[in-house]
C-alpha cells in the first residue's frame, strides 16, 4: 500500500484493502487534518500524480479523506512517499512536498466515497538525502526548572549513519544518551551539547517506514472512541490528526508525543474498553464498572465528582476521570505494559483552564499557549511537547509575569523539568554536504 507519510493514498477498495488499511491506522495511529500552508509548492513541477478513490465505508473514508486533503494546506514538509510492499513505486520512493491535492465526495451528501487527486513535487531520496533535525539550543524560562537537565533531540532508534553537522565544522560522531520505548516504537536521544560545535543539526538515514510513528501528534478526539469496528471487523482510529495552528476541533484536543499526552477542551475524561460505545454519565461518588477484556489489568473506574467519558477498545486506560479537571487531563505511556495511566491531578483546585491555542504543531516539536484562571486572578503559560519527551515544558512567555504557586502545584505533575531546551526543526539534508 503507498503511504504519504502516514496517510495511506488508496489502490483498491476490496475488503482485503480495508483490513490492510485498517491494521495500518491502528498501528500508526494516523492521519492528520489540516490548515494553511505558506510552503506549498507550484504545481507545474508535478513528479508525481496519482487518482483514485476512497471507500472504505463510513468509519474510514471521510477521515481519510480529511486527512488527505488537509496535508495540501499543512506546513508540513519533505513527506515520505513509499510502498511498504516496495513494488508498486520503484524509483518513485522519496521526500515530496504536496502541490495539490483535491478530494471530494464521490457522490454528494454521501460520507462513505471520495475521489481524490495527489500530484506532489521530489525533494530528495535515501539516496542523496538525509534526514536532518536543527537544533537552537537556548535556556528557557522555566517554570519547573533543572539545571542539571540537559537537552535533548529524539529521533527513531532505527536510524543509521547518525551524525553531528556544522556547516564550518562539518560532521563528527553522534552517540545516543539513552533509549526509551514509545508507544509505536523505540526512540534514541541525543544530547546537542554534546557536539563540538553550538546549536548542530543531527543527521540520519531511517526507513520512510519508521520515519513518522514516532512524531509528535496532535489529535481531535472528536469526544467519541477512540477505536472502532469496520464492517470488515478491523479496529480502525477514528481520531483526527490536526496538522494546522488554524484546525477547528470538535472534541478535546490530545497532544501526543508517544510516551506522554496532553487533552485540552472536550471531553478529557477517557477511559478504554470496547463493550461501551457511547459517552456515559455517571453520577457523583458512582462507580463505574466496565466490561472486562483479557488485556484488561483493571475493571473498575471510581468518578468522584460525576461527569461524562467516552471508551476505546482495547483495555488501555487513556485519560482517567479521577485527578483530572475541567478540560485538562494528561496520561503517561506504561512500555510494560502497553496502557496508558491518567495522571492524577488535584481535582479540588480552583485554578481552569480559560483558553488554550496551538502555535506550532511539527514532527519533532508541536507548541501551544494556555490561559488560565482561578476566579481572582489570570496566568498565560506556554508549553513545548517534543518528540519522545515526558511530559510538557511550562514556560512563562515574553511580558507575562511568573505563575502562581498555587497553578504551579496543579501543573507539576504534567511538567518535564529542565532550563534548556533543543528546539528541534525536522527537514532534510543533502549527503554532498555531509562528505568529509
Do not use: C
Not at 500524480?49 to 508540513?76: C, F, H, M, N, W
Not at 460520507?111 to 537556548?138: I, M, N, P
Not at 543539526?201 to 472502532?228: M, N, Q, W
Amino acid at each position: 500500500m503507498i503511504r504519504l507519510y502516514l496517510t495511506p493514498i488508496p489502490e483498491q477498495t476490496t475488503d482485503s484493502a480495508t483490513d490492510r488499511i485498517g491494521a495500518d491506522v491502528q498501528q500508526a495511529g494516523l492521519l492528520e487534518a489540516g490548515g494553511t500552508s505558506v510552503q506549498n509548492v507550484a504545481t507545474e513541477n508535478v513528479d508525481f500524480q496519482k487518482a483514485g478513490r476512497i471507500q472504505y465505508g463510513p468509519t474510514l473514508s471521510r477521515k481519510v479523506a480529511e486527512e488527505l486533503d488537509s496535508l495540501s494546506e499543512s506546513a508540513y514538509t519533505t513527506l515520505p512517499l513509499y510502498d511498504a510492499s516496495e513494488d508498486t513505486l520503484a524509483r518513485k520512493r522519496g521526500y515530496y512536498e504536496v502541490a495539490r491535492v483535491e478530494v471530494n465526495p464521490a457522490q454528494e451528501s454521501r460520507d462513505d466515497a471520495y475521489q481524490y487527486d495527489v500530484q506532489l513535487t521530489k525533494s530528495g531520496t535515501r539516496e542523496d538525502s538525509r534526514r536532518a533535525v536543527e537544533t537552537h539550543v537556548g535556556a528557557i524560562d522555566s517554570v519547573f526548572g533543572d539545571a542539571d537537565a540537559t537537552p535533548s533531540v529524539a529521533i527513531p532508534e532505527s536510524a543509521t549513519d547518525v551524525r553531528w553537522f556544522d556547516d564550518a565544522e562539518g560532521t563528527e560522531a553522534a552517540t545516543a544518551t539513552d533509549t526509551v520505548q514509545a508507544e509505536y516504537g523505540t526512540v534514541a536521544l541525543y544530547d546537542p551539547t554534546s557536539a563540538s560545535t553550538t546549536d548542530p543539526t543531527l543527521t540520519y538515514d531511517v526507513d520512510f517506514a519508521d520515519d513518522g510513528p514516532t512524531d509528535v501528534r496532535v489529535y481531535d478526539s472528536r469526544d467519541r472512541v477512540k477505536f472502532a469496528a469496520t464492517a470488515s471487523g478491523a479496529d480502525v482510529n477514528t481520531w483526527v490528526h490536526a496538522y494546522h495552528t488554524g484546525y477547528q476541533f470538535d472534541g478535546a484536543a490530545v497532544i501526543d508525543t508517544g510516551r506522554f499526552r496532553l487533552a485540552l477542551g472536550g471531553d478529557t475524561q477517557l477511559v478504554s474498553d470496547d463493550t461501551l460505545q457511547e459517552a456515559l454519565t455517571v453520577s457523583d461518588g458512582e462507580t463505574v464498572t466496565v466490561g472486562t477484556e483479557e488485556t484488561r489489568t483493571d475493571g473498575t473506574l471510581t468518578v468522584e465528582s460525576g461527569g461524562t467519558f467516552s471508551v476505546e477498545s482495547g483495555g488501555t486506560h487513556v485519560l482517567t476521570g479521577e485527578g483530572s479537571l475541567d478540560g485538562f487531563a494528561a496520561a503517561e505511556y506504561d512500555a510494560d505494559s502497553d496502557e496508558w495511566a491518567g495522571v492524577a491531578l488535584d481535582a479540588t483546585t480552583d485554578w481552569v483552564l480559560a483558553a488554550w491555542s496551538l502555535t506550532r504543531i511539527r514532527p519533532a516539536r508541536t507548541q501551544l499557549q494556555t490561559a488560565w484562571s482561578d476566579g481572582d486572578t489570570e496566568a498565560r503559560l506556554n508549553a513545548t511537547l517534543e518528540r519522545g519527551s515526558d511530559g510538557v515544558v511550562w514556560w512563562t512567555p515574553e511580558n507575562a509575569d511568573a505563575p502562581p504557586s498555587g497553578l504551579a502545584d496543579v501543573l507539576e505533575p504534567t511538567a518535564r523539568k529542565t532550563d534548556d531546551v533543543a528546539r528541534p526543526t525536522q527537514s532534510l539534508i543533502e549527503r554532498s554536504k555531509l562528505e568529509e
